[in-house]
């Protein structure tokens, strides 16, 4: 009886073995990765430097735009950088570029300068992903906290589902949905290709009769702007079209928030020789009528902030001739994707060939943590309950519209 019973229970005995040794093994991937934290951004830049160029996913995760940022806050104690550098066998492996921040009188970790970058994550080693265990982002950010346990909370934001083609390793991480999804468009080898598996001949016949009775008005040309002093000259403009725009239309207007028109500015003027940082104009007889600021790596052009001037010319689509204007750069430089970004604008609706996830991951664990992850919570739920409902959309676009000229009046 007593040796029946255990042959019965060998094999099942072998089996929590063979999972316990699994778990063990994963175990040790994960803790294969020694951490090191700095919390001085500059301290970061040279090793960040030399790993950014094959694992930085989009232009969001390199030093330069981080820099901007830290520079555009002023106050390095209102958001203080946690950057979590991860090596493996002496090398580096990934950088986690987290920072801490008071929120809800509880200390939230955040993706550092997460609320102005569409995309956010982590930099890391591409020939990773396919490996890394399901649990890399928890076991990870448990060791992080090791180290830095005074977090009540976590809020990582805009989180993209992939990687370089492979699954994020942070995106299901505790992950609810954010308020809108991203949308991209595959670039073909020419415009005619890619504008006529998109658009109608009489679509396309009426955008170029729209640019034939705007150079009535004067000659029209596109142009990537270069030089720095007009660059630095176009984003100013830029920004108060945009921010006249968001009013006019009732929608958020995060750029009226002088920290972010610092950032903007900071990263038009810090580096104007670099490449991934584009800012692209439409012009009629000479003045800019249309601008663009995008960001471009690995194949791909983010369509981050564009806005046409509301005058005489925007009876002519200005704005959307300058989409096209952009297509057409990006697909004569052979670019492959054409991102639009996290928003889910009606005109994106005609260009794009798939839509994408994007997730906020939010855990507590503290009993701060876990009041203010639950607000953070009930806030991200109301604004996509609003974007869903047309009414209530309209009323949220009255209430912003009356804030924002109450708070020029403050100005004034």
């Not at 989409?323 to 697909?331: C, D, E, G, R, T």
Request: hydrophobic share 45%; proline share 5%.
């Amino acid at each position: 009886m007593n040796l029946h019973a255990a042959k019965v229970a060998r094999p099942g005995a072998t089996r929590r073995r063979a999972v316990v040794a699994a778990c063990k093994a994963r175990a040790r991937d994960a803790d294969a990765f020694s951490l090191n934290i700095v919390h001085d951004l500059d301290a970061a830049k040279e090793a960040w430097l030399a790993f950014e160029e094959k694992t930085s996913p989009t232009p969001f995760q390199s030093y330069h735009w981080m820099h901007a940022w830290q520079t555009a806050i002023g106050d390095r104690s209102t958001v203080s950088p946690l950057i979590v550098f991860g090596h493996r066998g002496g090398r580096l492996a990934f950088i986690l570029p987290f920072a801490v921040e008071s929120r809800w009188g509880a200390r939230r970790l955040v993706w550092f300068g997460q609320n102005y970058a569409d995309y956010n994550g982590p930099l890391i080693d591409p020939a990773l992903l396919p490996a890394l265990p399901s649990d890399f982002a928890a076991r990870t950010i448990e060791q992080v906290l090791r180290q830095a346990p005074r977090i009540d909370y976590c809020y990582l934001a805009k989180q993209p589902q992939s990687l370089f083609g492979f699954a994020n390793p942070f995106a299901g991480f505790h992950s609810v949905d954010f308020t809108c999804q991203a949308h991209q468009a595959q670039l073909s080898d020419s415009w005619e290709d890619f504008s006529l598996s998109h658009r109608s001949s009489r679509s396309l016949r009426r955008l170029r009769e729209k640019e034939r009775k705007l150079a009535t008005l004067g000659d029209v040309t596109f142009e990537q702007v270069t030089a720095p002093d007009e660059r630095m000259r176009l984003m100013d403009l830029l920004l108060g079209w945009k921010i006249e725009q968001l009013t006019a239309r009732g929608d958020p207007v995060p750029f009226a928030d002088p920290a972010a028109q610092r950032l903007m500015r900071e990263t038009v003027s810090a580096a104007p020789d670099d490449p991934r940082f584009r800012l692209y104009a439409l012009k009629c007889g000479g003045r800019p009528i249309a601008l663009a600021f995008c960001l471009v790596g690995h194949g791909q052009l983010i369509y981050y902030l564009c806005v046409y001037q509301a005058d005489e010319t925007a009876r002519h689509s200005p704005g959307l001739l300058l989409l096209i204007h952009v297509f057409k750069a990006a697909i004569a430089e052979g670019l492959e994707i054409f991102d639009f970004s996290n928003g889910d604008e009606d005109y994106k609706s005609h260009w794009i060939d798939r839509s994408e996830r994007i997730s906020v991951s939010i855990l507590a664990w503290t009993w701060k943590g876990r009041i203010a992850a639950s607000l953070d919570r009930a806030r991200l739920e109301a604004v996509r309950w609003v974007k869903q409902n047309p009414p209530a959309r309209a009323l949220a676009g009255r209430l912003l519209r009356l804030r924002y000229r109450l708070s020029q009046s403050e100005i004034r």
